[in-house]
T-cell receptor, first 111, second 114 residues
Framework: TQLLEQSPQFLSIQEGENLTVYCNSS?????LQWYRQEPGEGPVLLVT?????EVKKLKRLTFQFGDARKDSSLHITAAQPGDTGLYLC???????????FGKGTKLTVNP | SAVISQKPSRDICQRGTSLTIQCQVD?????MFWYRQQPGQSLTLIAT?????????ESGFVIDKFPISRPNLTFSTLTVSNMSPEDSSIYLC???????????FGQGTRLTVV
C-alpha cells in the first residue's frame, strides 16, 4: 500500500509570512496532486505535478515534485487569511484511478 | 471539471437508523468514489461505484454497512446503515474524468449521529 506522509499537521502563522508544506512517500508516484479544502466544502484541486523535478506556480503558491517522484512540496509566499484551509496531497494508487490521500496540513493564517 | 451536487448537506440522525446520501454529476462518468472524512482527519476511500456492477469496497468497509447504488452514469447513492455515533463524519462523493486521476468532489454530507 502506498502511503503519503504530510508535515506539518498544523500550522498557524501571521499574514505576510511564508510557509512550506511537505508530502513524502517511500513509493514512486506517477503524479501527485494538491487540494485545498475549506470548512463545509469538498476538496478543490489546486495542481497536478507529473514530471520529476517539475515546479509549478499558481500565483503565490509554488509546487515542486521531487526528482525521484516520491515527494512534493507546497510553498506559499506572503500568506493571506484567504489561504486558510486544509491542504491535502494525493496520488494515484498503483496506476489505478483510486487516490491515496495524505493526512493533511491544517493552515491558519491570522490577520 | 465537473459539477457535483450532493445532498443532504448535513443531517443529525438517531442511532440505529439509516441515512441515504445522493450524489448527482452534471455529466456521465464511469467511476464514482465515496469517501469518509472523520473529524479533523483526511479522506478515506469507502468504495468505488461502477455503473452496472456491484461496488468495490476498501478494506474495513462492507456492503451491509454501506450499501451503494449506481443506477446510471450520472447518479449514485451511499447508505449509512444502522448508524452509531462512530459514524459521525463527513461523507464525500467524487468523480474522475476518463483516463485522468484528478478528482472532483461534492460539497460533502456532514453526518452527526446522536
Amino acid at each position: 500500500t502506498q502511503l503519503l506522509e504530510q508535515s506539518p499537521q498544523f500550522l498557524s502563522i501571521q499574514e505576510g509570512e511564508n510557509l512550506t508544506v511537505y508530502c513524502n512517500s517511500s513509493s514512486v508516484f506517477s503524479s501527485l496532486q494538491w487540494y485545498r479544502q475549506e470548512p463545509g466544502e469538498g476538496p478543490v484541486l489546486l495542481v497536478t505535478v507529473v514530471t520529476g523535478g517539475e515546479v509549478k506556480k499558481l500565483k503565490r503558491l509554488t509546487f515542486q515534485f521531487g526528482d525521484a517522484r516520491k515527494d512534493s512540496s507546497l510553498h506559499i509566499t506572503a500568506a493571506q487569511p484567504g489561504d486558510t484551509g486544509l491542504y491535502l496531497c494525493a496520488g494515484p494508487q498503483g496506476g489505478s484511478e483510486k487516490l491515496v490521500f495524505g493526512k493533511g496540513t491544517k493552515l491558519t493564517v491570522n490577520p | 471539471s465537473a459539477v457535483i451536487s450532493q445532498k443532504p448537506s448535513r443531517d443529525i440522525c438517531q442511532r440505529g437508523t439509516s441515512l441515504t446520501i445522493q450524489c448527482q454529476v452534471d455529466s456521465q462518468v464511469t467511476m464514482m468514489f465515496w469517501y469518509r472524512q472523520q473529524p479533523g482527519q483526511s479522506l478515506t476511500l469507502i468504495a468505488t461505484a461502477n455503473q452496472g456492477s456491484e461496488a468495490t469496497y476498501e478494506s474495513g468497509f462492507v456492503i451491509d454497512k454501506f450499501p451503494i447504488s449506481r443506477p446510471n452514469l450520472t447518479f449514485s447513492t451511499l447508505t449509512v446503515s444502522n448508524m452509531s455515533p462512530e459514524d459521525s463524519s463527513i461523507y464525500l462523493c467524487s468523480v474522475v474524468r476518463g483516463g485522468r486521476t484528478e478528482a472532483f468532489f461534492g460539497q460533502g454530507t456532514r453526518l452527526t449521529v446522536v
